[in-house]
Nanobody, 119 residues
Framework: QVQLVESGGGLVQAGGSLRLSCAAS????????MGWYRQAPGKQRERVAT???????NYVDSVKGRFTISRDNAKNTVYLQMNSLKPEDTAVYYC?????????????WGRGTQVTVSS
């Protein structure tokens, strides 16, 4: 069984920083893309940032220049460094990964970590 566990969320003032981590564990043969998504109250879940196994990254426009996604393939872990946080970044942040745990790849989700930015 594969699990994704996020950590690092919390309450921060506007302009502050947080670093999220997401570790994948279990029966894992290979991981393709990993990413971070977020869902604010009353809104749909949106993609924040993704990173391929080769390190290519992609960001939603609203976080470009402020957030940085990275990964440690040896640790099966993806990170999201969030700087210059704004109140509109408040949301539950979810980790997602495309993982081969048997003979095919499947997408897995973490349970989420709350990020609250106060003005």
């Amino acid at each position: 069984q594969v699990q994704l566990v996020e950590s690092g969320g919390g309450l921060v003032q506007a302009g502050g920083s947080l670093r999220l981590s997401c570790a994948a564990s279990g029966k894992i043969f290979s991981i393709n893309a990993m990413g971070w998504y977020r869902q604010a109250p009353g809104k749909q879940r949106e993609r924040v940032a993704t990173i391929t196994s080769g390190g290519a990254t992609n960001y939603v426009d609203s976080v470009k220049g402020r957030f940085t996604i990275s990964r440690d393939n040896a640790k099966n872990t993806v990170y999201l460094q969030m700087n210059s946080l704004k109140p509109e970044d408040t949301a539950v942040y979810y980790c997602n990964a495309d993982i081969m745990s048997s003979t095919w790849y499947s997408y897995y989700w973490g349970r989420g970590t709350q990020v609250t930015v106060s003005s």
